[in-house]
């Protein structure tokens, strides 16, 4: 009964190689992000989408590219690895707007070799 | 200056002591609040949403000072098992888009 799951839970990948994770939440919850928590622990938001409607883009290389085929879901691709991208990636969900709790997937453990 | 600002700790306490934990934020028209904690490889759950009057969940006590733009979180009663990071979080607002912004976390060690 996982809210919000998130595969792979691991990724070790090499420098170059094009890579996704996908995120579905079964909620009904209409807004979906992706966070980016870095070595130093730092949550970041990267992308947040509306009934399937991007609506936050940070600035974020556009090797990344979210993508989302219904609200259920959010996948996250991304090209060209590299180092730098090593890091825990969040997806998360809420009911909408910003005064609503946002629930977390347990995370997936990115390492670009 | 950071938009969330947190002390990093780590804040080592005995159990049964009480903590607390502070936070500032830049954005005077932050209209939400939140703390969320972090266990060790894990997500962030949330904790409490914190409210300008003032809000209690058990052991835990939130406040907001708007005037100062801090937020406070206290643990009464501390125990093993409130070991963890514990985040403080403010939406943005304004603009044509609302984010959580998200402080780098408060490591909190209960020892026995």
Not at chain 1, 71 to 79: D, E, G, S, T, V
Not at chain 2, 15 to 39: H, K, L
């Amino acid at each position: 009964d996982t809210a919000v799951s998130q595969t792979p839970k691991y990724l070790v990948t090499q420098m170059g190689n094009d890579k996704s994770i996908k995120c579905e939440q079964n909620l009904g919850h209409d807004t979906m992000y992706w966070y980016k928590q870095d070595s130093k622990k730092f949550l970041k938001i990267m992308f947040s989408y509306n009934n399937k409607e991007l609506i936050i883009n940070e600035t974020v290389p556009n090797r990344f590219s979210p993508k989302s085929p219904d609200k259920a879901h959010l996948n996250l691709h991304i090209n060209s690895l590299e180092l730098g991208d090593s890091a825990v990636y969040f997806c998360a969900s809420s009911r909408d707007g910003i005064s609503y709790e946002q629930y977390f997937g347990p995370g997936t453990r990115l390492t670009v070799t | 200056r950071k938009e969330v600002e947190q002390d990093p700790g780590p804040f080592n306490v005995p159990e049964g002591a009480t903590v607390a934990f502070n936070c500032t934020y830049s954005n005077s028209a932050s209209q939400s609040f939140f703390w969320y904690r972090q266990d060790c490889r894990k997500e962030p759950k949330l904790l409490m949403s914190v409210y300008s009057s003032g809000n209690e969940d058990g052991r835990f006590t939130a406040q907001l000072n708007r005037a100062s733009q801090y937020i406070s979180l206290l643990i009464r009663d501390s125990k093993l098992s409130d070991s963890a990071t514990y985040l403080c979080v403010v939406n943005t607002a304004g603009g044509a888009t609302n984010k959580l912004i998200f402080g780098t976390g408060t490591l909190l060690a209960v020892q026995p």
